[in-house]
């Protein structure tokens, strides 16, 4: 599986990517393909598309040593312009 | 104000109609009637919608599980392209882009919003109160095993739970495994086997002992 | 000086909340014509899906504690409707108190 870093960044506005995934490094479960970019689509200007992107991370890359159980596993979709690959 | 309680159409009011008329509620009929009457929308279109709305429930997942259950064939395009296969099944889903998560002997899937409320609303209808909380959508990523056992599911150790956080165009139903015991009985009992929470990933199918519970 | 850092009110997963509340409440008719405006006004291109929650999470969490869900959406749904053009403030503010006119009650007013 092809290992993505989601960006550590904070900027304002309608943002898709969840505070918790910020930096944590992760798996890519699959590429669903071009979608219109919500942080465009918010402010209804005309939308880029970006690769949408599955990527899995474990308890243990999330929460570290506060893991409910570290192996357990999380799914969450990525616009790949907040990815970069490890 | 009106002593009749009853609409123009001849119909009772609901009882939500009888208690005093809110800010926000006055704006939902002025919004309404403006786009009704600037020609955005139609009053037939809101209709069709609210009923379209009512018409979508949990036991439209239900009968594309139990489908899956049975048929090898549509559970293998439901994996690959669920919304297709709803689709297939003549489940009218909208836009909506659908996924299919398998639960197995090894791993649990369970489906939160943790950015709003995103919910396959277009398959099982509007999604429950607690789908919505602060509760819910905070901590289901976290202590996922701790949330289940709030809904009185136990997820065994040497069970991965997988969670899935619907942040952006995707939708998702859990595919709940199928009850042991239940290789004799026909889709359509099958169905009532299975509930709300168990396509949420919060619970798990009824047991055969339950079906005419 | 403040210690925000960026994560806004609404990205909330992973924060500490209490135990899950199982009460359910059944919609009401004007909570599904809400429900039913916005997914109509999103049909038709005045609004979308990332509109609606970008002023959902723009009115705060104030707003999330104290109006109820379908309260949130109609102030969302209004926002963007002025926003994409469909009728002015000023418009609605006639509207609106032309229906408050009618009678106390949302059954005696729509």
Redesign the interface.
Known sequence: MIKVRVHDRWPPGHIRTPAYIRGKVGCVERNLGPFNNPEQNAYRLDPDQHDLVRVRFTMDELWGTDAEHPTDTIEVEVYSHWLEKV | ??HD?L?PSGHP??A???????Y????????????IE?G??SAV??QH??DA??ARSPANGAKVVAKSWVDPEFKAALLKDAGSACRSLGFDIGPM?LIAVENTDDIHNVI?C????CYPRNLLG?P???Y????????????????LG??GLEVA?NI???????????RYIVLPNRPPDTESLPEEELAKLVTRDSMIGVGLPKHLSELNA | MTDFFGKRWHDMGGDPAGTIDHDQHDFALWEKRVDALMVLSSSKGLMNTDSLRRVLEDMGPEAYEKMTYYERWIASVTQNMIEAGAFSPEELATKMEEITSRGDTYGAAT
């Open positions: 104000m009106p309680h609409s009011y609901r939500d109609d009888d208690t005093p008329l809110t926000w509620q006055t704006m939902e009929i002025a919004v309404r009637e403006l786009l600037k955005h929308l279109e809101i919608q609210i709305m009512d882009h939160v943790t950015l709003c409320s509007l429950p109160d607690w919505k909380s602060r509760e819910y959508r905070s901590r289901t990523v976290k202590e996922p095993r701790k949330v709030e809904f150790p991965e739970v997988r969670v899935h956080d619907s942040t952006a165009d995707m």
